[in-house]
């Protein structure tokens, strides 16, 4: 099993190492996305009156959309975040909880860029959820064989030999796959079973005829589809409708308001409930007649089958948990992305005792472009969040061009230079990078910007350190000489 677990983590190794790391940040999702919206102090705000203002405001500037999308404000995302459909485009933007109007706050993808990206690589539908959803399963793979391959891990665990060069690496890779072990194989299975539509659409297109429109009705039974008549319809308030959906969903609270056909007759509002204490997500929805008011539809997720499938998605996402499980949550992802890290590292010293040749030679510098050079990418979009001018046009995409542009700028730079002269540069980068990210604002004036110079700072220690060792080895070995 060994040259199995060697070769797959080699083969889907790097795809793997920026799903983890872009999913460990996800999981500060919303927090991630208040820190890159300096703008919005507030830090305790009514959904259903933010949800409201963003409603009037976008009947105002988006009357022609077929459909408003809102996440509605909560504690840890004090904005309501909209999506909608404008000439052709879908615009996203971050509303004020107070005014409904995104005036004021800069248009930035903030943590939803990191959590988009964990599972649709920034590639055109279906095909970076495919390549996703082929990841997840080699995971599993690379867990399953690595289990059978380092069958002593217990006593692995209690074992590292610091310098000891691959000894050591293998220690390291080790200790990191055995901490966190059930993480590891709960958040591959999780993430395989969220996309295993994708993997297996066969039983779907059997059952439907590929008829998509009937999949999304069964699986949410009270989200009525009306067609829009071409007739103007005065909208109902639509305060009402949140409060008696807030009064319905209990302490869950809104996760999701939808406006279809807004300003037709035909037009509905249907809100989604949110997380409690459960795991489970979707649980509760109900629809509203958007110009009476009424409900016309409420449904309460029972049936089995969805159930366990929701679980398993609310155990991938983390959304029920409190802070000190995402605490945990954070640190095993990291952990995950450790042991892709130390696994491609020790495969190309493996190799080099053996063979070496082109082929280690070019993993070997790829290796230090992607795990020395994604955190300086990462850190180039939070850095350009604070540096690009706030009113410039399609910031927010610029942001994210930064990030690819200088992950193709380290990578080409790793592929032309001697690789331990890559690592010591690189990591050197991402220390500076991180300690940029954490003091950039100044001394912290809130809880979310205390967490995000503590990490950042606590990241920039950690690559330091490493660079500090990479240097030593390369001044060893060019003494050696």
Same mark, same amino acid.
């Given at each position: 099993?060994?040259?199995?677990?060697?070769?797959?983590?080699?083969?889907?190794?790097?795809?793997?190492?920026?799903?983890?790391?872009?999913?460990?940040?996800?999981?500060?999702?919303?927090?991630?996305?208040?820190?890159?919206?300096?703008?919005?102090?507030?830090?305790?705000?009514?959904?259903?009156?933010?949800?409201?203002?963003?409603?009037?405001?976008?009947?105002?500037?988006?009357?022609?959309?077929?459909?408003?999308?809102? #996440?509605?404000?909560?504690?840890?995302?004090?904005?309501?975040?909209?999506?909608?459909?404008?000439?052709?485009?879908?615009?996203?933007?971050?509303?004020?909880?107070?005014?409904?109007?995104?005036?004021?706050?800069?248009?930035?993808?903030?943590?939803?860029?990191?959590?988009?990206?964990?599972?649709?690589?920034?590639?055109?539908?279906?095909?970076?959820?495919?390549?996703?959803?082929?990841?997840?399963?080699?995971?599993?793979?690379?867990?399953?064989?690595?289990?059978?391959?380092?069958?002593?891990?217990?006593?692995?665990?209690?074992?590292?030999?610091?310098?000891?060069?691959?000894?050591?690496?293998?220690?390291?890779?080790?200790?990191?796959?055995?901490?966190?072990?059930?993480?590891?194989?709960?958040?591959?299975?999780?993430?395989?079973?969220?996309?295993?539509?994708?993997?297996?659409?066969?039983?779907?297109?059997?059952?439907?005829?590929?008829?998509?429109?009937?999949?999304?009705?069964?699986?949410?039974?009270?989200?009525?589809?009306?067609?829009?008549?071409?007739?103007?319809?005065?909208?109902?308030?639509?305060?009402?409708?949140?409060?008696?959906?807030?009064?319905?969903?209990?302490?869950?609270?809104?996760?999701?308001?939808?406006?279809?056909?807004?300003?037709?007759?035909?037009?509905?509002?249907?809100?989604?409930?949110?997380?409690?204490?459960?795991?489970?997500?979707?649980?509760?929805?109900?629809?509203?007649?958007?110009?009476?008011?009424?409900?016309?539809? #409420?449904?309460? #997720?029972?049936?089995?089958?969805?159930?366990?499938?929701?679980?398993?998605?609310?155990?991938?996402?983390?959304?029920?948990?409190?802070?000190?499980?995402?605490?945990?949550?954070?640190?095993?992802?990291?952990?995950?992305?450790?042991?892709?890290?130390?696994?491609?590292?020790?495969?190309?010293?493996?190799?080099?005792?053996?063979?070496?040749?082109?082929?280690?030679?070019?993993?070997?510098?790829?290796?230090?472009?992607?795990?020395?050079?994604?955190?300086?990418?990462?850190?180039?979009?939070?850095?350009?969040?604070?540096?690009?001018?706030?009113?410039?046009?399609?910031?927010?995409?610029?942001?994210?061009?930064?990030?690819?542009?200088?992950?193709?700028?380290?990578?080409?730079?790793?592929?032309?230079?001697?690789?331990?002269?890559?690592?010591?540069?690189?990591?050197?980068?991402?220390?500076?990078?991180?300690?940029?990210?954490?003091?950039?604002?100044?001394?912290?004036?809130?809880?979310? #910007?205390?967490?995000?110079?503590?990490?950042?700072?606590?990241?920039?220690?950690?690559?330091?350190?490493?660079?500090?060792?990479?240097?030593?080895?390369?001044?060893?070995?060019?003494?050696?000489?």
């Amino acid at each position: 099993m060994t040259w199995l677990h060697d070769w797959s983590g080699l083969i889907v190794g790097w795809l793997l190492y920026a799903m983890a790391l872009s999913g460990t940040l996800s999981v500060f999702r919303p927090e991630i996305g208040a820190w890159m919206r300096p703008e919005l102090t507030a830090r305790h705000v009514d959904a259903v009156e933010a949800s409201a203002a963003a409603v009037r405001w976008l009947s105002i500037h988006a009357p022609r959309s077929s459909a408003w999308y809102l #996440e509605p404000a909560n504690e840890r995302a004090p904005y309501t975040l909209a999506l909608w459909e404008q000439h052709g485009a879908y615009i996203q933007r971050a509303l004020s909880p107070i005014t409904g109007a995104p005036d004021g706050i800069r248009d930035t993808l903030g943590g939803d860029f990191f959590y988009r990206f964990h599972f649709e690589l920034q590639l055109p539908y279906p095909w970076g959820r495919l390549i996703a959803a082929i990841g997840a399963m080699a995971l599993i793979l690379i867990l399953v064989t690595g289990i059978i391959a380092h069958r002593r891990f217990f006593v692995d665990f209690f074992t590292f030999r610091p310098g000891k060069n691959q000894r050591s690496w293998l220690d390291a890779h080790n200790l990191f796959g055995v901490v966190a072990l059930p993480f590891h194989v709960m958040i591959a299975v999780t993430g395989a079973v969220t996309l295993a539509n994708l993997m297996m659409p066969w039983g779907v297109q059997a059952a439907y005829r590929s008829d998509l429109g009937a999949v999304a009705h069964d699986l949410s039974p009270a989200s009525v589809e009306r067609t829009a008549n071409g007739r103007p319809g005065r909208p109902a308030p639509v305060s009402p409708m949140l409060r008696e959906a807030e009064r319905r969903f209990g302490e869950a609270g809104l996760a999701r308001v939808t406006v279809t056909s807004p300003g037709d007759s035909a037009s509905i509002v249907t809100v989604v409930s949110a997380t409690d204490d459960r795991i489970g997500i979707d649980s509760h929805t109900i629809s509203f007649d958007g110009v009476t008011g009424k409900i016309l539809a #409420e449904h309460i #997720e029972k049936r089995p089958a969805v159930r366990v499938f929701d679980v398993l998605y609310g155990l991938h996402v983390a959304r029920f948990a409190p802070i000190v499980t995402r605490w945990l949550y954070f640190i095993s992802g990291l952990i995950l992305t450790a042991v892709i890290a130390t696994g491609l590292h020790l495969w190309t010293i493996k190799r080099q005792r053996r063979q070496g040749g082109f082929s280690t030679a070019l993993v070997e510098r790829m290796n230090a472009g992607f795990i020395a050079g994604t955190p300086v990418a990462f850190c180039a979009f939070f850095l350009a969040n604070r540096l690009l001018p706030l009113q410039m046009t399609h910031r927010a995409d610029q942001e994210v061009h930064i990030l690819f542009v200088t992950w193709a700028f380290v990578l080409a730079a790793a592929a032309l230079r001697p690789p331990q002269q890559s690592w010591i540069t690189l990591l050197r980068l991402s220390a500076l990078g991180c300690v940029s990210v954490g003091v950039i604002d100044g001394w912290p004036h809130d809880g979310v #910007e205390w967490s995000v110079s503590i990490v950042a700072l606590m990241l920039a220690g950690g690559f330091g350190f490493a660079t500090q060792r990479s240097a030593l080895r390369y001044l060893g070995t060019r003494r050696g000489k």
